[in-house]
């Protein structure tokens, strides 16, 4: 298994601003993915993080507005870019070796 | 799209009784499912997974049936505890090297004392 950390746990923001969250695998992992979660709902997939090179985006999802990083087996990070109040969500992150994928506990973002 | 529940149905269950959560998969090529359980304000938590050329697995109380036929997934938990309210999730991997999950809508699994 994998221990997934993210930070921050929550956070308020002001339109128009950026937020990065951060990602910590306790072990090297080879995937690692980012989701967004509204309250009550699925988990939907915003990309896949690729250790070095750039991500892979799910449709209706653009680096622009979500740019990752990985630069390495164990670290990603996920920005979100010019937020508005629907960017408002739960942000979660995932690490695991193949299909096998361990959660961190989520980012709660509000935005203003 | 991706699945994404607009409604999350609601499993009541009298502690001690078995439950079984239901889940319907979309994509007939997937050969790998897992079902997490998420507990209010954290991440979903890995239960057990199974893969296509399995019918049936068992964990710790809980077991996973997958009956390829007509796309079903269910997870039972035996001997339901108050610790078991969650949401659970089923996810199904599609079987290519993206290695990405869908995830269904979820159920809520209430735990009556």
């Known amino acids: 298994s994998a221990v997934i950390s993210q930070k921050p746990s929550r956070d308020i923001c002001q339109r128009g601003t950026s937020l990065t969250i951060q990602c910590q695998v306790d072990s090297q992992v080879t995937m690692m993915f980012w989701y967004r979660q509204q309250p009550g709902q699925s988990l939907t997939l915003i990309a896949t993080a690729n250790q070095g090179s750039e991500a892979t985006y799910e449709s209706g999802f653009v680096i622009d507005k979500f740019p990752i990083s990985r630069p390495n087996l164990t670290f990603s990070t996920l920005t979100v870019s010019n937020m508005s109040p629907e960017d408002s969500s739960i942000y979660l992150c995932s690490g695991g070796y193949e299909e096998t994928q361990y959660f961190g506990p989520g980012t709660r973002l509000l935005v203003l | 799209g991706e699945s994404v529940g607009l409604h999350l149905p609601t499993l009541s269950v009298q502690e001690g009784d078995n439950s079984i959560i239901n889940c319907a998969y979309s994509?007939?090529?997937?050969?790998?499912f897992i079902w997490y359980k998420q507990e209010s304000g954290k991440g979903p938590q890995f239960i057990i997974d199974?893969?296509?050329?399995?019918d049936k697995r068992q964990g710790q109380r809980v077991t996973v049936l997958l009956n390829k036929t007509v796309k079903h997934l269910s997870l039972q938990i035996a001997a339901t505890q108050p610790g078991d309210s969650a949401v659970y999730f089923c996810?199904?991997?599609?079987?290519?090297?993206?290695?990405?999950?869908?995830f269904g809508s979820g159920t809520r699994l209430l735990v009556r004392p």
């Open positions: 996810a199904e991997a599609k079987g290519d090297s993206s290695y990405k999950l869908i």
């Open positions: 199974i893969r296509s050329n399995m």
């Open positions: 994509n007939s090529a997937s050969d790998y």
